[in-house]
């Protein structure tokens, strides 16, 4: 890769940073000084310094984040704020994108990285990899009501009708005075508002969504709306796993 693009990567500042720093001599690949950025270098192999400190660069990043309502699963749009956004301005650089989608007002769980083929196991219906949502639901969910998710529904939409995977839908609390339940889903797609369409076709409407697990991956409970971390090394083999 281009060494502009490595110390880009690695937090040094943009590229038209970098080049300012290439012409001051003080970055050496394996021991020589390089003032042209477009000197191409393998991170596996030289040995790259910046006034004699070693740059160790990470090919991918995992960050986990609690998406907050409001902002949106895009890297880029002119309107809303993106989930990019809520990163601190070194995290982005590696220019990583969220896996998958939740809704502007879907909370939870949303994997960034920049492993591209990760994110494709992670999001492709033959690797089944289940995603597990909260929901609070105006109506009364039923036993009839998990033995057609069991089965699978049927959405329609503008391009013609649709049969879901089978998912599995587990009542934790019906509350028959306000007419409300509070669920959990587990399906394995991620067609366009695939949870909130499912329940309507039983005759419920979801008021709130939370994605809470994606595979053995778990939301941490000690991540506050709008905060992330990066995986652990433990997470990320859970996920590779899934």
Same mark, same amino acid.
């Given at each position: 890769m ?24 003080? $970055? ?6 390089? $003032? ?27 960050f986990?984040?609690?998406k ?25 650089l ?36 289940d ?8 109506g ?8 057609a ?86 997470e ?7």
């Open positions: 281009r060494l502009d693009k490595l110390l880009a990567h690695s937090g040094l500042g943009t590229r038209k940073e970098v080049k300012k720093l290439l012409k001051k001599k003080i $970055v050496e690949v394996n021991e020589k000084i390089v $003032v042209d950025p477009k000197t191409h270098v393998d991170p596996e192999t030289d040995v790259i310094t910046v006034l004699g400190e070693r740059i160790a660069y990470q090919e991918f990043v995992y986990m984040l609690n907050p309502q409001g902002v949106i699963s895009a890297t880029e749009d002119a309107v809303h704020d993106t989930v990019i956004d809520l990163l601190e301005p070194q995290d982005s590696q220019e990583p994108h969220p896996v998958g989608r939740l809704d502007i007002d879907t909370e939870g769980l949303l994997l960034l990285t920049n492993d591209g083929k990760l994110t494709h196991r992670l999001l492709s219906p033959k690797h089944h990899v995603k597990l949502y909260y929901a609070q639901v105006d009364i969910v039923t036993e009839e009501d998990v033995d998710f069991k089965t699978g529904v049927t959405l329609e939409d503008e391009f013609g009708t649709y049969e879901t995977m089978p998912a599995k839908l587990t009542i934790l609390e019906t509350d028959e005075e306000a007419g409300t339940s509070k669920v959990e889903i587990t399906i394995q797609e991620g067609k366009f508002h695939q949870v909130k369409r499912m329940m309507e076709t039983v005759g419920k409407k979801v008021t709130y969504l939370k994605r809470v697990a994606m595979g053995d991956l778990k939301l941490d409970p000690l991540l506050e709306l709008g905060a992330y971390r990066p995986l652990t090394e433990a990320i083999d859970m996920l590779e796993n899934s």
